[in-house]
């Protein structure tokens, strides 16, 4: 079965910081994957996505993944957070390429203190 | 670009009456469009994926008669909870997705029902 795992319900930084939020993913074939952010009562915004290519990629405000095959990760990072990064973030996976259906990681809360 | 509008962006509602949400994708015609559920502090749930023209595809556990799923064109998609109990009480999402794997989020919706 295909599946997103965000093993960190909350992650804590000092403003100014790096922040590494964790996601690992397990499907079959090749994956797209996608990190959005949501702030309170609000939708998801797109941050970055990998479909092909490198595996380092780069997104908005900031923000940047490492697409690992061998470790099956695809961890979201910044290199220096801001407290207006505090919000909760999902991993997804697209399951299926024909219906274009996301799996969704559990989401991790994003707590970055000034 | 490919933004995606939801309305209203909430409701308060007696219990038993029928609520309709509207989701739109303002500047691009969207091939499918997905319906998410999400509760508090919690992850979306993928309620069901429609079709411009077709009738739309439930998840498993998705009670279709009671929420009613209409996509009348390729920028219109409404979802009615009908006969709405407080159970029903949650933050909906659509989003929209026009061909390839990315999806386009609407801000949500949320649904009190008293």
């Known amino acids: 079965a295909q599946s997103v795992a965000q093993p960190e319900d909350q992650v804590n930084v000092a403003e100014g910081n790096p922040l590494t939020v964790k996601c690992t993913y397990s499907?079959?074939?090749?994956?797209?994957l996608f990190w959005y952010v949501q702030y309170p009562n609000r939708g998801l915004q797109f941050l970055l996505k990998?479909?092909?290519?490198?595996?380092l990629v780069k997104g908005s405000y900031g923000f940047e993944a490492e697409f690992n095959k061998s470790q099956t990760s695809f961890h979201l990072k910044k290199p220096s957070a801001l407290v207006s990064d505090s919000a909760l973030y999902f991993c997804?996976?697209?399951?299926?390429?024909?219906?274009?259906?996301?799996?969704f990681g559990q989401g991790t809360t994003l707590q970055v203190k000034p | 670009g490919a933004v995606v509008s939801q309305h209203p962006s909430w409701v308060i509602c007696k219990s038993g009456t029928s609520v309709k949400i509207e989701c739109r994708s303002l500047?691009?015609?969207?091939?499918?469009m997905f319906w998410y559920r999400q509760f508090p502090k919690q992850s979306l749930m993928l309620m069901a994926t429609s079709n411009e023209g077709s009738k739309a595809t439930y998840e498993q556990g998705v009670e279709k008669d009671k929420f009613l799923i209409n996509h009348a064109s390729l920028t219109l998609s409404t979802l009615t909870v009908t006969s709405a109990h407080p159970e029903d009480s949650s933050f909906y999402i659509c989003?929209?997705?026009?061909?390839?794997?990315?999806?386009?989020f609407g801000p949500g919706t949320r649904l009190t029902v008293t």
């Open positions: 989003s929209a997705r026009v061909g390839g794997a990315e999806q386009y």
């Open positions: 997804a996976v697209v399951g299926s390429s024909n219906t274009g259906k996301l799996i």
């Open positions: 500047d691009f015609q969207a091939t499918t």
């Open positions: 499907v079959s074939g090749n994956p797209y």
């Open positions: 990998y479909i092909t290519g490198d595996n």
